[in-house]
């Protein structure tokens, strides 16, 4: 009954966005002055091994079962094929549809446990998706605190 619940959340969400196929993750940032000069580069083997290390080894572990604390374990024999996969993403424009299957959980929120309602989806996401994630929102943050803080200051 859960499951049920929960899938009808996804196509709500789906018949909202309004994107010819196939999309790219620069489809669905918002278009005004400050992003049009936006780019995604591509990272280097320091910066994934650092985002490796930072990972919560406590967090669940994603569909493909994959643990933090396995990264985190082969951080020195994975992070330039890593690497080189988050830059073919970038450079393509395309985030592998596998990184994108979730497993949802229910988790409860309210009062009575016996409602449907009272439970809430909780979406585990592949580690290597959170961190490639990561990496668009480090880049994404610094270009809006570049853009603004030369717009203040001119």
Known sequence: MLNDCFTHFGPKLAE??????????RDFIPQHEP????????????????????????????????????LKSAAPA???PLTRTFNMSIVSDKFPAEWKVVRVTPSFKK??????????PISISPVVSKLMERILNDQMFVSFYNYYTFRLYQ
């Open 16 to 25: 909202k966005i309004e994107c010819e196929n196939p999309c790219g993750f």
């Open 111 to 120: 009062v009575q446990r016996s409602m449907l309602n009272s439970y809430g």
């Open 35 to 70: 992003v049009e000069r936006l780019t995604f580069k591509p990272v280097n083997v320091v910066t994934v091994y650092r985002l490796i290390a930072k990972l919560n080894t406590s967090k669940a572990t994603g569909i493909d079962e994959i643990s933090a604390k396995v």
């Open 78 to 80: 994975i992070e330039e």
